[in-house]
């Protein structure tokens, strides 16, 4: 995927991990659309890792021990500093109040400006 960093999968800690006890197959295993976990000595593993889709934290949600982690999601596109040109920005017009996003060097929205209120 363009613009990833670093590497995603998830990381099932065995000490937490009781391969879902009680059920036919872990419940990781048998929601993972992309084949990433398998059972080995009646725990989840992740197995295929390559498999895993960079973002995704789903299976974390379906494991009633927690034992899936993932790591910090690195984000591709840098922090706007409010002092950069040309990016967007919350702006309170002057006219009516209104809150507005813009990338222009204003503070009276596109309403106020069409009416000629400017």
């Not at 059920?23 to 295929?48: G, S």
């Not at 993932?70 to 950069?84: E, G, H, T």
Request: glycine share 6%.
């Amino acid at each position: 995927m363009a613009g990833q960093v670093g590497a995603w999968y998830p990381t099932v800690f065995p000490d937490k991990c009781n391969g879902c006890e009680g059920l036919e197959t872990p419940r990781c295993v048998e929601f993972c659309p992309n084949d990433v976990f398998e059972i080995r000595n009646k725990k989840a593993v992740v197995a295929r890792p390559q498999n895993c889709v960079y973002g995704c934290i789903a299976c974390e949600s379906v494991c009633p021990k927690k034992a899936i982690t993932f790591p910090q999601r690195v984000s591709a596109v840098p922090r706007a500093k409010s002092k950069d040109k040309g990016l967007l920005h919350k702006v309170k017009c002057i006219k009516c109040g209104k809150i507005f996003w813009t990338n222009r060097d204003t503070n009276v929205c596109f309403d106020c400006e069409s009416k000629g209120n400017a």
